[in-house]
């Protein structure tokens, strides 16, 4: 059971935009900055959002971040068939003393 | 180009050691923290441990604690996991990753090495 929580699955039409959620508490969403990955099939995780809500350099803006309170946000805008992966949240539990992660949410581009 | 490259996974026996290295190039090395995460086939990221830049500090999962020593060359490049009295639930693929931590702030991990695969049983 991960400490943060992401929903299995969500799915859009490409062009259209989706959200994957990631809800965590206050040792680790609630007082320290979050991360995105993306994983594509049978490859090594990719950052995709750092800091909250920073793109690294090279990372198209229709990915974007956002925390509030104890969740977390990823958005993807102007979805393409590419972006088909699983993507997963990360952050620091104080609590914990260990980087923690969402157990992570397929996307599928229909 | 910014690289890392981990070697050493393989087949080990339950009760048994292995050490998975991961060699770092194309940035400077000995600014940065690592760390090492972990994955079964078709399933989470899980953490295993990271490292100061200069080796001085380390942290483990509670799942690996006492059995796992990470450690790093700086003048070789090189990040190192020891692991000892493995279990079959060690069974996964093993990443490095450099951190974007400052301190006791952690922000990410932006270059993640391809993986070796280590299996006990």
């Known amino acids: 059971q991960s400490a943060l929580t992401q929903p299995p699955s969500v799915s859009a039409a490409a062009g259209q935009k989706v959200t994957i959620s990631c809800s965590g508490s206050s040792s680790n969403i609630g007082s320290n900055y979050v991360s995105w990955y993306q994983q594509l099939p049978g490859t090594a995780p990719k950052l995709l959002i750092y800091d909250n809500n920073k793109r690294p350099s090279g990372k198209p803006d229709r990915f974007s971040g956002s925390k509030s309170g104890t969740s977390a946000t990823l958005g993807i805008t102007g979805l393409q068939t590419g972006d088909e992966a699983d993507y997963y949240c990360?952050?620091?539990?104080?609590?914990?003393?260990?980087?923690?992660f969402g157990g992570g949410t397929k996307l599928t581009v229909l | 180009e910014v690289q890392l490259v981990e070697s050493g996974g393989g087949l080990v026996q339950p009760g048994g050691s292995l050490r998975v290295s991961c060699a770092a190039s194309?940035?400077?090395?000995?600014?940065?923290?690592m760390h090492w995460v972990r994955q079964v086939p078709g399933k989470g990221l899980v953490w295993v441990s990271r490292i100061n830049s200069d080796g001085s500090t380390t942290t483990y999962a509670d799942s690996v604690k006492g059995r796992f020593t990470i450690s790093r060359d700086n003048a070789g490049n090189t990040l190192s996991l020891q692991m000892n009295s493995l279990r079959a639930e060690d069974t996964a693929v093993y990443f490095c990753a450099r951190g974007l931590d400052m301190g006791y702030y952690f922000y990410g991990m932006d270059v993640w090495g391809q993986g070796t695969t280590v299996t006990v049983s």
């Open positions: 194309g940035f400077t090395f000995s600014s940065y923290w």
């Open positions: 990360g952050t620091w539990d104080s609590s914990l003393s260990a980087v923690v």
